[in-house]
């Protein structure tokens, strides 16, 4: 079984940066797509960011120029850097992988939440 754990939720004010990280474990043959999506409050889950196993990447326009995606295949570990934080960013964040096991799976983290607030 593949399973995805986030780090790196917290308060941060304005303007303030944070860096989250999500790693997988388990039985992993191979990491395609992963990717950053998130749920604000009476809000529905949209998608922020994905990468490629390659290191292509997409963003949300809500956050382009202010997140940056990356991942370190060694270590199946995708990171999101959150820059220029704003109210509107609040929210609990997701972590998505397409997985290859013994087959394709579609795994999805716990979340962890981020608040910015003064």
């Known amino acids: 079984q593949v399973q995805l754990v986030e780090s790196g939720g917290d308060l941060v004010q304005p303007g303030g940066s944070l860096r989250l990280s999500c790693a997988a474990s388990?039985?992993?043959?191979?990491?395609?797509?992963m990717g950053w999506y998130r749920q604000g409050p009476g809000k529905e889950r949209e998608l922020v960011a994905t990468?490629?196993?390659?290191?292509?990447?997409e963003y949300a326009d809500s956050v382009k120029g202010r997140f940056t995606i990356s991942r370190d295949n060694a270590k199946n570990t995708v990171y999101l850097q959150m820059n220029s934080l704003k109210p509107e960013d609040t929210a609990v964040y997701y972590c998505?992988?397409?997985?290859?096991?013994?087959?394709?799976?579609?795994?999805w983290g716990q979340g962890t939440l981020v608040t910015v607030s003064s």
């Open positions: 998505n992988a397409n997985v290859v096991t013994s087959r394709h799976v579609e795994v």
């Open positions: 388990g039985f992993i043959f191979r990491i395609n797509d």
């Open positions: 990468i490629t196993s390659g290191g292509s990447t």
